[in-house]
């Protein structure tokens, strides 16, 4: 997958810290599910950051409403 505009790690942190969760654990995650398929975390486009986060929220989304359900 290559979204053609490659992140600078300034760039990713300032889009983690944007997304307002604890900067740690989303830097963890991040590069969990990146390993997970394959990808490096100094090389990622901006396509493939955003199917990360987008597949992690989808994750805890329906984490949360089992738990609440």
Do not use: C, W
């Amino acid at each position: 997958m290559d979204g053609g505009i490659y992140m600078e790690k300034d760039f990713l942190k300032t889009i983690v810290q944007a997304t307002g969760l604890p900067e740690n654990l989303i830097f963890n995650e991040l590069h969990r599910l990146a390993q997970e398929r394959g990808l490096q975390m100094d090389n990622l486009s901006l396509e493939e950051l955003r199917s990360l986060l987008t597949y992690y929220l989808r994750n805890e989304l329906v984490k949360a409403k089992k738990a609440y359900s």
